[in-house]
């Protein structure tokens, strides 16, 4: 599958007399293949906005290499602009103007049909009010004429930072319905949110990002099995069996903690070995159920550890854990 986006070593430095070198990208690395809903998640002061900036051409990196849509980046950027929307940080509108009056602004600038207007009003459910004025909206409605705004160019490639802040839950699932009808639709899409639950269920894969690196990225369920680190839940036919079976499973290696009506056990690389060896006691397994680790728990895991002053992080992917422009940019 192609690459739609690329970043290979990409390095930011800031410099300054208070606080001298500050590495906000170190050596970073990410790669969104076609036709995927992409999530991009870092904590505040992880490199996550800088990173999108300077793929878009409004940061001057240090070091690395970019690629959008299979062109080198930022020499072709003039090149592929118009087949990547993007929002980068707040929307900002006139606030006098009304949604369809800022749409047909851009559209014009764009050289983009008058009736992708419309189009793209009715995409993100804002139809019905596109006639009053953007001072009147919710902080939800703006986010969504950000969104009308970057995909007025009908962008191969579009790049959403927090597109759900301030809306309600039916509005965050209209946004995942739309996100997920554009990758239907063959739109690959990156999705920076702070909302992880939403990120894991609309997103086929993930990047993590923390201190200026990767440290972790792949398929979402393959990144969750990664780090879920073998749990098991195990519930007995009696209540009275789990003292006995608890005992029997550490005295086999098992690092076993104890519920009132369940087990847990970590470490466990096959289940159905402990089904065996509890049977050999003469206890019997009412339920063993892998347990995955949840997004939100692998992120605080990843990203919970800073480094020590001066020193890189290394990260083994392999250990286990129980006023940006409002849509300006390519539209």
């Known amino acids: 599958m192609p690459a739609v986006l690329e970043i290979e070593g990409l390095r930011k430095t800031y410099k300054s007399r208070r606080r001298g070198e500050r590495h906000a990208l170190d050596g970073f690395d990410m790669r969104v293949d076609a036709g995927q809903v992409h999530g991009f998640l870092g904590p505040n002061g992880s490199g996550k906005t800088t990173t999108l900036r ?6 001057r990196a240090d070091g690395g290499r970019m690629a959008l849509l299979g062109k080198e980046v930022p020499a072709a ?23 369809r009056d800022t749409l047909s602004l851009l559209a014009g600038a764009g050289e983009v049909p008058r009736q992708r207007v419309d189009e793209v009003l009715e995409l993100v459910g804002l139809r019905d009010r596109a006639g009053e004025r953007v001072k009147t909206y919710s902080l939800g409605m ?14 191969k490639l579009l790049i959403l930072d927090e597109p759900a802040n301030g809306l309600d839950p039916g509005g965050i699932r209209e946004m995942r319905t739309l996100m997920r009808d554009l990758a239907a639709a063959g739109m690959t899409v990156v999705l920076s949110s702070h909302i992880l639950g939403e990120i894991q269920l609309i997103c086929d894969s993930v990047t993590i990002i923390s201190l200026g690196r990767r440290v972790a990225f792949g398929p979402v369920d393959e990144v969750l099995a990664r780090y879920s680190g073998g749990s098991v839940r195990v519930r007995l ?16 290696g098992v690092q076993v903690t104890a519920y009132d009506d369940h087990l847990m056990l970590a470490g466990v690389d096959k289940p159905a070995n402990v089904t065996r060896l509890l049977a050999e006691s003469g206890l019997y397994v009412s339920e063993l159920a892998p347990v995955t680790a949840d997004l939100e728990s692998v992120f605080l895991e990843l990203t919970a550890t800073a480094p020590v002053p001066g020193q890189h992080r290394q990260v083994d992917e392999s250990r286990k854990v129980g006023g940006g422009s409002a849509g300006g940019w390519g539209a």
């Open 54 to 59: 300077t793929l878009l051409g409004l940061i």
């Open 77 to 99: 950027l003039p090149e592929v602009a118009g087949q990547v929307g993007a929002i980068v940080e707040s929307p900002q509108f006139f606030p006098h103007f009304s949604a």
């Open 142 to 155: 703006k986010q969504r004429l950000a969104v009308a705004s970057a995909l007025l160019k009908n962008p």
């Open 237 to 252: 036919e009696a209540v009275t069996d789990l003292p006995p079976a608890a005992d029997a499973l550490r005295r086999a």
